[in-house]
């Protein structure tokens, strides 16, 4: 790859890519306070499940770096810290799971009054652990997903589940890698992800720079693209998936799987096992982020419903592919099998 999404500084901050420039330009923030991290998920300078949760692990420890330095840390300081960035954004579960992960370790070694420099130490240690473990996750999901993209195919994807969503080479796109480097002459298909063009800024450009071909499309292109036949399969990354199977992906997801269904196309979901929640039943019970009427650019006086996300149900997928392996209906069984 040949651009650095994320990364420590020698001082200890996150150095991250600014997702919100691209295209147009590569610029990279330094962050090392928490109001800092939550502002730069929340706006989606950083972005995409998996890596939302590496970042708000790596924002804890620099800041907790900081306090460190500062003198220690207040009263309650952790938990506050670990509360604001886990609820930065409500639908990708990969974020409280990863800022829970770095909590716990952060509270033991505060229970066991170890000095703030060594507490601080033991988060940066826990954070790099999630974000090699995601980048590990990413390179499985890769191997068992090419397996499932046919030599010449044409994959459609939406949104960006790739380098720039990851701690490594993605989910979705993950599998495209892999399947380019065996040779198979895939092709994607880039749906634009409105509003915020996710598919047209992010996926064609990562792509592009590392050599597979990408076309990109409006979001509406994609019915007659079906309809020619020249769509092989659809394959997409996860914000959440409940225990039945369920997927929550960028808003727009559904529409694809309704529409791969009725032109009776396979479509794959591609996601790490930090991405399933098993305390849900169901998708109906995944919180979908709402966000700012501004992104629509819509007439002033108009009211604007601008969800984030939406739920695929568990009979339009094909089949999930994870780090541990192929899921396939019967959903319930399956993820209980890999993650139970
Ligand atoms: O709002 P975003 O850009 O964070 O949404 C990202 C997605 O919906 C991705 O498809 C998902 O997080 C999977 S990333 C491997």
Known sequence: MSFEVIAWTREGAVRLLDQTQLPAAEVYLELRSVPEMVEAIRRLRVRGAPLIGIAAAMGLAAAAEQAARQGGFAAGWLDEAARALGEARPTAVNLRWAVEQVRRVGEQALEAGEAPARVAARLRDEAQRIWDEDAAMCRAIGEYGAALIPGGATVLTHCNAGTLATGGIGTALAAVYRAHAQGKAVRVVSCETRPLRQGTRLTAWELARNGVPVTAITDSSAASLMARGEIDLVLTGADRIAANGDVANKIGTYALAVLADA??????????????????????????????????????????????????????????????????????????????
């Open 263 to 340: 032109h009776r196309i396979p479509l794959y979901v591609a996601a790490p096992r930090s991405t399933f929640d098993l305390s849900l039943a169901h998708g109906g019970l995944i919180p979908i982020e709402e966000r700012a009427a501004e992104e629509l650019d819509a007439a002033p006086g108009a009211e604007v419903y601008n969800p984030a996300f939406d739920v695929t149900p568990a009979p339009l997928v094909a089949a999930l592919v994870t780090d541990r392996g192929i899921a396939k209906p019967p959903y319930g069984a399956a993820i209980r099998r890999l993650f139970g």
